[in-house]
């Protein structure tokens, strides 16, 4: 069952999604979606829903006004459409099904309107009855209502609005995840910073944004004549929404960021397939995310001009307007490079919204030159294959918030040995930022990268398993030093139980060997010792050097550079000791 967080804490959005599978149980809907009205406002917004299809979802919202509303206002009592042919405002809730049949209930609380449950599809095509169906629902609505009591959802007597629980927030004395992560790794030592609370959404003005939007002589899909009323249902998710603007990002000051290479690869795959269905002259997307501002991605046939281009970031800030076009970056991809490139304008485009999220929004943008709209065939074979797109983008969220997790426990795991390695947690920290910077540089996939993120703040942790006071030795004895020499396998052993889901361990074990096979523990060499492991143990090295450990006093980056360089080949991947000169380098000129 899916949860949205917009307006609920996540202890009562859980409460509403159990009562809501109800539902299914008492009154034999497959299909069951719950809004609940935005506090001083008429708009509803969706809580919980279960039982779409996969890669479809009901509408986010049901403005003020929209004709469902309206209807349901008038009958102020649960009412069934078994032939919503007539229906038309029923029709964004139509998706997946030839013949949707529907129970529609308002939800009052001390007799005010705060909620509309929707049943959709009796389970075996059966048709609702209003007489049989309505007590079990009824019922079901006084349970939710009671949810809403229960939490303080409503906050008094009549006369007092209702305040909602914030994004993100539960009531008072029930713990959060963000609690419990802030526990294992406070803010100010994550390897990405801390995220802001949430902002009401606020359309950007001023000169930070240049666009205004598309111009009267483009055409935009379902709206002719700039038509702006609920012809092609603006607020339904999975259409094109050209009056669509982003609400305002979690992180206000989002870092510039980078799209992993096989999420580049995946949506060339999904553009040139939409190229190939029909005269499409560029498809770009935009992924949203709450650290970062990732570029968007043009994928052409023939190259584009670079008014085209602009024309691409221009369109992408008037629905981002809290995005400044100069911050906005665009990453290419042409199947024919080496024929001139296309000049002119845009004169038809159609944007789409895939995957609402409580951080944003994902969006394509499809344009064309010809002056001519996209047909009903066209549209639906774009919305199959960004449907899809959206699923691939929804599972690398997944596996980004898996390694978050277990870049947290990485965090608990030093935190935990402050007191017998002081040293520790600083040198990891710095080592795991620039072997991440690294691992970017070297275009490695997400997979990698991760994995070298995590093996980077444990690399050292076998020192936990060391007597701190040997560690605390200015000069080693022989055998003092070989047993420093074999954290490398005691760190393999104290992870094992970990199971981490990528070769952590395997690059931890090896990341004192050497390019030249001089290393240890098995004295690997060359591309035998796993990317990871080169990676860390340069990034280590220059740790060290420029912290002043080991050294009577720090060194430059520069000096240090040139060590590097001259270990290359011998100590060090001499591809990896290149790609890090570059990082460094560029570091300098932001600098």
């Known amino acids: 069952m899916a949860v949205s967080p917009l307006i609920l804490g996540e202890a009562l959005a859980n409460r509403c999604s159990q009562v809501l599978y109800r539902c299914m149980e008492e009154v034999g809907s497959t299909k069951g979606v719950l809004y609940l009205r935005v506090p001083g406002q008429g708009a509803f917004e969706v809580v919980s829903f279960y039982g779409w299809p996969r890669g479809t979802r009901p509408p986010v919202s049901i403005p003020e006004g929209h004709p469902l509303l309206i209807r349901t206002q008038r009958q102020r009592r649960t009412y069934v459409v078994n032939d919503a042919s007539e229906s038309p405002e029923l029709s964004a809730f139509g998706q997946g099904g030839e013949w949707p049949r529907y129970l529609i209930t308002p939800v009052y609380l001390q007799g005010d309107w705060v909620g509309l449950l929707i049943q959709r599809d009796r389970i075996k095509g059966g048709t609702f009855e209003a007489e049989r169906d309505e007590p079990p629902t009824l019922a079901i609505c006084g349970d939710l209502v009671a949810a809403l009591k229960e939490f303080h959802f409503y906050g008094g007597p009549r006369s007092v609005p209702m305040q909602p629980i914030g994004p993100g927030r ?324 104290f992870l094992k139980d970990l199971r981490f889901p990528f070769d952590v361990i395997r690059i931890i074990r090896h990341h004192h060997e050497r390019w030249d096979g001089r290393g240890y523990p098995e004295g690997l060499r060359e591309t035998a010792i796993p990317m990871g492991s080169r990676i860390i143990g340069l990034i280590e090295a220059y740790e060290v050097m420029t912290s002043g450990k080991g050294y009577r006093r720090p060194q430059g980056f520069r000096q240090a550079l040139v060590e590097l360089r001259n270990e290359a080949g011998t100590q060090f991947d001499p591809a990896v000791v290149e790609a890090f000169s570059e990082l460094m380098a560029r570091k300098d000129e932001r600098a």
């Open 170 to 493: 539960v009531p008072e004395g029930l713990p959060t995840a963000a609690d419990l992560i802030g526990e294992v790794a406070p803010a100010p030592e994550r390897l990405l910073p801390p995220v802001p609370p949430a902002v009401p959404h606020a359309r950007a003005a001023g000169p930070g944004v240049p666009s205004t939007g598309p111009s009267t002589r483009e055409r935009l899909y379902g709206f002719p004549g700039g038509k702006s009323d609920y012809t092609s249902l603006p607020w339904e998710a999975d259409r094109s929404l050209s009056g669509w603007v982003a609400p305002a990002p979690v992180n206000p000051e989002r870092r510039q960021g980078m799209v992993p290479p096989e999420l580049r690869g995946f949506f060339w795959e999904i553009a040139g397939l939409i190229s190939q269905i029909l005269p499409a002259t560029a498809v770009a997307l935009w992924i949203e995310d709450p650290e970062e501002i990732r570029p968007i991605l043009a994928f052409s046939t023939l190259p584009l001009s670079p008014d085209l281009q602009q024309q691409i970031l221009a369109h992408a800030t008037f629905h981002l307007p809290a995005v400044r076009e100069p911050d906005l970056r665009l990453i290419s991809r042409t199947e024919m490079p080496e024929v001139p490139a296309l000049t002119g304008a845009f004169a038809t485009y159609m944007p789409l919204l895939l995957n609402e999220t409580p951080h944003g929004h994902d969006l394509v943008m499809v344009f064309r030159l010809e002056d001519h709209s996209f047909s009903l065939a066209e549209v639906e074979a774009i919305q199959q294959l960004s449907r899809i797109l959206a699923l691939h983008l929804q599972e690398a969220r997944l596996h980004e918030r898996y390694h978050h997790a277990f870049l947290s426990v990485s965090h608990r795991i030093l935190q935990s040995g402050e007191g017998r390695v002081p040293s520790l947690r600083p040198h990891s920290l710095a080592t795991a930022r620039l072997a991440r910077n690294l691992a970017l540089m070297l275009d490695l996939p997400t997979e990698d990268v991760e994995a070298v993120s995590i093996a980077a703040l444990l690399h050292d942790v076998g020192l936990l398993l060391l007597d701190p006071q040997m560690l605390a030795k200015p000069t080693l004895t022989g055998e003092e030093m070989k047993k420093v020499r074999d954290h490398p396998e005691l760190a393999a052993v």
